[in-house]
């Protein structure tokens, strides 16, 4: 099994732009959880999906939305970016919605210029 | 509100020395805690969990309600166990669904 995969690897985007990331979680596990990790600082929750719906939200602007597909991978979109929305995108999944124990992806760079 | 401290951001010791990597939590309840490990290039990882009182790769921790303190301790360090350290308390309604973590502690061991 790969692991929960993520992509891209690292991207670059310009202020007010919007992105897109993307995350498959391990097969079978059915809760995606995401997280903005900037740099020096813990990762910090941003979402979780399980079973397809939203079922827990940081505290993070209406800019950031993701949603979660059939096949349980996830999306996590961000518009109208600021400089401050640079940071390391981790997805993590699990089988339960429990977070007990969630294993991560290799997370996606953003950086916003 | 809930919140992880990690008050040291680097700790470095010699092989062979002991670490106690600190954590505080603030929580009002029974808190579960986790301790994961992300070692250079690599994915953040779970290292051991409070609940299932394991010693993974010699590390323990013990939890301790009236200092509101989950310590990481390992009594003799390895170069290996160099990495970045993070504490996290998980959190939610109806189970647990999200993870509040430390800002983090690296161990340097050196040789």
């Known amino acids: 099994d790969a692991g929960v995969t993520q992509s891209p690897t690292h991207l670059i985007k310009t202020r007010g732009q919007q992105v897109t990331l993307r995350c498959s979680p391990i097969?079978?596990?059915?809760?995606v959880s995401w997280y903005q990790q900037v740099l020096g600082q813990g990762p910090q929750f941003i979402f979780q999906?399980?079973?397809?719906?939203?079922?827990g939200r940081g505290n993070f602007p209406d800019r950031f939305s993701a949603r979660q597909f059939p096949n349980y991978s996830s999306e996590l979109n961000v518009n109208a970016l600021l400089l401050g929305d640079s940071a390391l995108y981790l997805c993590a999944s699990s089988y339960q919605r429990a977070a007990d124990e969630q294993y991560f992806g290799p997370g996606t760079r953003l950086t916003v210029t | 509100a809930q919140r992880v401290t990690q008050p040291e951001k680097l700790l470095s010791v010699f092989k062979g020395a002991p670490v106690e990597l600190k954590c505080n939590y603030s929580?009002?309840?029974?808190?579960?805690l986790f301790w994961y490990v992300q070692y250079s290039r690599q994915r953040l990882q779970l290292l051991l969990r409070h609940i299932s009182r394991e010693s993974i790769k010699g590390f323990t921790a013990d939890l301790n309600k009236g200092e509101t303190s989950f310590h990481l301790k390992k009594p003799f360090a390895q170069e290996e166990d160099s990495a970045m350290y993070y504490c996290?308390?998980?959190?939610?309604?109806?189970?647990?669904?999200?993870?509040?973590f430390g800002a983090g502690t690296r161990l340097a061991v050196h040789p």
């Open positions: 996290a308390l998980p959190l939610g309604s109806g189970g647990y669904n999200k993870l509040i």
């Open positions: 929580y009002s309840g029974s808190p579960e």
């Open positions: 097969s079978g596990h059915k809760s």
């Open positions: 999906y399980y079973e397809k719906e939203e079922r």
